[in-house]
């Protein structure tokens, strides 16, 4: 059963932006810092960015300053503003759900940074 639903990604040249957004359940939602993981091609999976419930940021230093992680609790949706894109930010982008207890996963959105 599907718990973390992605929208958004697909292609964009270097420079451009994208916005990835990812809906869940208000019981998943409520509690849990959600975060944004990616994935290359030969890489290890690596964080992006997380916000918690109480809306503390943090970014990995490839994308701090040019990427925007937000929640909406009205919509149970955690948003990833990308902006300034790089040909390096292609991946397969995975949004993460994590309480004291449980973790979900999406099940990836592929993100495509042409130069």
């Known amino acids: 059963q599907e718990q973390l639903l992605e929208t958004g990604g697909g292609f964009a040249q270097a420079g451009e932006s994208l916005r990835l957004s990812c809906s869940t359940s208000a019981r998943i939602f409520r509690d849990s810092t959600m975060g944004w993981f990616r994935q290359a091609p030969g890489k290890r999976r690596e964080l992006v960015a997380t916000?918690?419930?109480?809306?503390?940021?943090s970014y990995s230093h490839s994308v701090q300053g040019r990427f925007t992680i937000s929640r909406d609790a009205a919509k149970n949706t955690v948003s990833l503003q990308m902006d300034n894109l790089k040909p390096e930010d292609t991946a397969v982008y995975l949004c993460?759900?994590?309480?004291?207890?449980?973790?979900?996963w999406g099940q990836g959105i592929q993100v495509t940074v042409s130069s």
């Open positions: 916000i918690t419930s109480g809306g503390i940021r």
């Open positions: 993460n759900s994590r309480d004291p207890f449980l973790q979900y």
